[in-house]
């Protein structure tokens, strides 16, 4: 049972217990290597997590992940200014490599052999930035933002880099040792071993799929075919690995934020909520008609490479905002993919074909007033290349018009269920996607993650030199500093990304950029320091 904040620092063994496990060949090892720390997710956070450990000196880490193999999965996300920090505060060389191969690979006016300069102050953003621009149905301009690494540096101290999610993990795993990376490793369970002092982690080698990551085609969600796994049931094996400390980073379906919070008050926090928000994506797009093509060049595109198209309205310095959008991605000429977000109940998205995918999408557009050039691209979508992808939450405030689940304990008193769930538990802290996952509206989820990472290699490194590894009391108070100072900052931007406030006024947008893409790293490592 997850403890209360009050008492926060033991745990007892629960959930998925491996010798229930049917055909299972259970392995349970006596005790021997007992890592320092054990991330779980192989993901760019939970990489730049063990990198940014061993960077400060704690070696003795594992990067576990029920993947089989890395695969190119994932879509591409935005690294922005805080999130580019904060990895250059993690490690300078992780920074530096990161940032050349998204310059290099989505950037390629830039060769990967060229010299990345940082702009001076006097420098100003080239006319000729590309830029992602936001307009109306009527094609007119609500706001155009630089996809330029220098014009986002001389705003905000810092670039924007466009980067694959597969090349990023891609990138950072690289960084790593190859023997402390290890897919194929499905944790099932963690128990506490104060005997030990450490926590054990049961690992399967068999892997489920993730119902709440990447896209899903419509088509397969009516295959009822069950899937084959590689391994018989009985070749399976069960085996345990021991660590000081767990660092969760994985994904917005962890399975150790499940394991904490089963059994508890906190059980309906135990797996993602449904955030209202979904997608519909068309991977690709050829054969577009020149009369077509000419249309979404001359209202939408105008020579942007990407445009979004939302049915908000102008009034004054504001914008009224609604709850679709469509996103298109210009790849070559007569060729582009597009992503349509918009506000479903989750029953009308799930175990759609892609041909109903393509109808919903239309019926969508339809009712919002967008144009005949869009819904007649929607059209000629091929089927096969339709998507769809629900997005889900794990929220880091429960607000006054978040209905509160009816199951958590009604004794309980009246501002409690207004907190949510804490990050940790004993030797085990949740970050990134695991914490606080969200739609990727604002494009925060990596660099929020990489935010989590920073502050957690700080705090760990701080318990490795007063080697309080044994001294659950110093890590507890660790974690809820990690906690103290990235909730707040959370709500806040998950509170944009759901209402896409940013964009409602230019004050606000300022405001945004100041509050979330100019964070004081120095003065908060500074200040962990000293603590």
């Known amino acids: 049972m997850l403890e209360t904040k009050s008492s926060p620092h033991t745990y007892t063994d629960r959930s998925t217990k491996a010798d229930t496990l049917t055909g299972s060949v ?24 063990a990198i940014g450990l061993r960077k400060r000196g704690i070696e003795n880490v594992l990067v576990i992940d029920q993947t089989r193999a890395f695969r190119e999965v994932g879509q591409g996300l935005d690294l922005l200014p805080n ?8 490690d300078p060389n992780a920074y530096e490599e990161v940032k050349k191969t998204g310059l290099g690979l989505l950037n390629p006016q830039q060769s990967n052999d060229q010299k990345i300069v940082e702009p001076t102050q006097e420098q100003q953003p080239s006319k000729t930035s590309p830029q992602w621009t936001y307009k109306n149905l009527q094609g007119q301009i609500i706001r155009s933002i630089s996809l330029s690494f220098d014009d986002w540096f001389k705003d905000y101290g810092e670039g924007r880099v466009s980067i694959s999610w597969y090349n990023l993990q891609t990138t950072l795993r690289q960084l790593l040792p190859e023997d402390r990376v290890k897919a194929n490793h499905r944790c099932i369970n963690v128990v506490n071993e104060p005997e030990n002092d450490c926590v054990r982690i049961d690992c399967l080698s068999d892997t489920e799929a993730n119902p709440y990551a990447y896209w899903t085609d419509g088509q397969k969600q009516n295959d009822t075919q069950p899937q084959k796994s590689d391994a018989a049931p009985q070749e399976l094996a069960t085996k345990s690995i021991r660590a000081k400390l767990i660092v969760a980073a994985d994904g ?31 991977r690709e797009i050829g054969d577009i008609t020149t009369e077509l093509w000419t249309k979404l060049e001359e209202y939408f595109f105008q020579n942007s490479p990407i445009v979004t198209i939302t049915n908000d309205q102008i009034s004054g310095n504001s914008v009224c905002i609604n709850n679709i959008r469509m996103i298109l991605f210009r790849r070559s000429i007569g060729e582009l993919r597009y992503v349509i977000h918009l506000a479903l109940p989750l029953d009308l998205l799930q175990e759609k074909s892609e041909n109903s995918l393509i109808d919903l999408a239309l019926q969508e557009l339809e009712k919002a007033g967008f144009p005949d050039a869009l819904k007649q691209l929607v059209r000629i979508s091929p089927p096969a290349k339709m998507q769809q992808r629900p997005y889900y939450i794990h ?16 004794n309980t008193e009246a501002d409690a269920v207004k907190i949510p769930p804490a990050w940790s538990l004993g030797r085990i802290v949740l970050v990134g996607d695991a914490a606080h996952g969200m739609p990727p509206f604002m494009a925060q989820g990596a660099n929020q993650g990489f935010e989590d990472a920073l502050l957690i290699a700080t705090l760990i490194a701080k318990i490795a030199e007063e080697n309080n590894w044994d001294n659950t009391q110093a890590i507890a108070t660790a974690f809820e500093k990690y906690e103290c100072l990235r909730r707040p900052l959370m709500a806040y931007v998950q509170e944009a990304t759901l209402k896409s406030s940013p964009y409602s006024s230019d004050k606000e947008w300022q405001e945004y950029g100041q509050q979330v893409y100019c964070p004081n790293f120095d003065q908060l490592i500074e200040q962990k320091r000293r603590d």
């Not at 259970?26 to 730049?48: C, K, R, T």
């Not at 999130?83 to 993690?90: D, Q, S």
């Open 26 to 49: 259970v392995s349970f090892s006596a005790p021997q290597e007992i890592y320092d720390v054990v991330v779980v997710g192989a993901g760019p956070i939970g990489l730049a997590t």
């Open 252 to 282: 917005i379906n962890s399975t150790v934020r499940r394991l904490l919070y089963t059994d508890s008050q906190y059980h309906d926090f135990a797996r993602p909520e449904y955030s209202g928000f979904a997608a519909i994506f068309c």
């Open 395 to 410: 929220r880091a405030t429960i607000s006054d018009s978040v209905q509160v689940p009816s199951t958590i304990d009604p």
């Open 83 to 90: 999130g580019l920090k904060a990895l250059k505060y993690l």
